[in-house]
């Protein structure tokens, strides 16, 4: 196994979240760099796209969270071999990441332009999206999106899926999940419920 090094903003979710998950459910020792935000505008320019996730492997540095949920899910066998399931896997990720960026649009407003914009999206995209992944899961089988077993679309859907029940964004109503795809709902509990990512936050809460 490869030297590696999660570097990622001190926080239990978002775009590094996944590859610490896949890495803890596959007993894979990693050094886990988490970065305070009074730190990060040094250390921006010094990453490839001035951005976190980066992942060091052996000392070489590769960026972009979807590639290095991809890298760690083949090492962590999270990552399907057939390759249509694996693009199977990957759209999800591509969608999830979509809405992130969607609603990262919105943080930068303020007040009534926040709002409106947050309602659109819950009415608008959110929803769709939500239907969208609930016909995916429901075409895999209910529990997992493929290969009947929990792969790194399902890590990452689950932390979308519970970002958006957490009731923190303002204006995106913390029923959105329950309303527009209970198998979504239902499919986070299988997640938090998985003996290696219950005992991984147990860990994190003490
Ligand atoms: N496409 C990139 C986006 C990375 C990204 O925007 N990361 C955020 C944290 S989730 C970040 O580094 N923000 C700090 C900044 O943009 O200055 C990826 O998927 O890794």
New binding site residues.
Partial sequence: MPKLVLT??DLDG???EVARLAMHLAGIAFEDKRIAGKD??AL?DS?P??????LEVDGKVI??????NRYLGKLAGLYPKDDWQAARVDEVMDAV?DI??MI?TTFALEGEAKKKAREALAAGSIAHFLRQFEARLKAGGGEWFVENRLTVADLKCYLLVRWLKSGLLDHIPADIVDKHAPLLAKHLERVENHPAIAAYYAGRRK
């Fill in positions: 990622y903003f978002s775009r590094g990060w505008p921006r990453t796209f001035q951005s976190l996730p980066v960026a972009q969270s979807n590639t290095i990441e992130i960026i990262g």
